[in-house]
Nanobody
Framework: QVTLVESGGGSVQEGGSLKLSCVAS????????MGWFRQVQGKEREGVGF?????????IYGDSVKGRFTVSRDNRKGTLYLEMNSLESEDTAMYYC????????????????????WGQGTLVTVSS
């Protein structure tokens, strides 16, 4: 069983930055695919950024965050990160860490049904 704990959420003004962290336990736990989703109440959970560990570590982003968000991971620490820059009010959401996803051709799949392990979420609020 994998437990994920997110941190780093908060309130920021448009144009600002935040960095989210997700620690997986047991300590040092890694899975091939880890990533971030986000959800606004009443809407579907949206894939944000995903990283595949073996080999070159293929990374894939949701269209709405490309060029602004960066996902990375420290496998020794079992920690996943999401660095968010140039934040917009539309980025306001609950952000969830997910692990254990499936991959295809060296890239993680980004459908929520592919991920069996989830954190409780951390709230990001961007004000204009």
């Amino acid at each position: 069983q994998v437990t994920l704990v997110e941190s780093g959420g908060g309130s920021v003004q448009e144009g600002g930055s935040l960095k989210l962290s997700c620690v997986a336990s047991p300590y040092g736990t890694t899975t091939y695919c880890m990533g971030w989703f986000r959800q606004v109440q009443g809407k579907e959970r949206e894939g944000v950024g995903f990283i595949y560990t073996p080999g070159g570590g293929g990374i894939i982003y949701g269209d709405s965050v490309k060029g602004r968000f960066t996902v990375s991971r420290d496998n020794r620490k079992g920690t996943l990160y999401l660095e968010m820059n140039s934040l917009e009010s539309e980025d306001t959401a609950m952000y969830y860490c997910a692990a254990g996803g499936n991959a295809s051709n060296g890239y993680c799949l980004i459908d929520r049904s592919d991920y069996p392990y989830w954190g409780q979420g951390t709230l990001v609020t961007v004000s204009s």
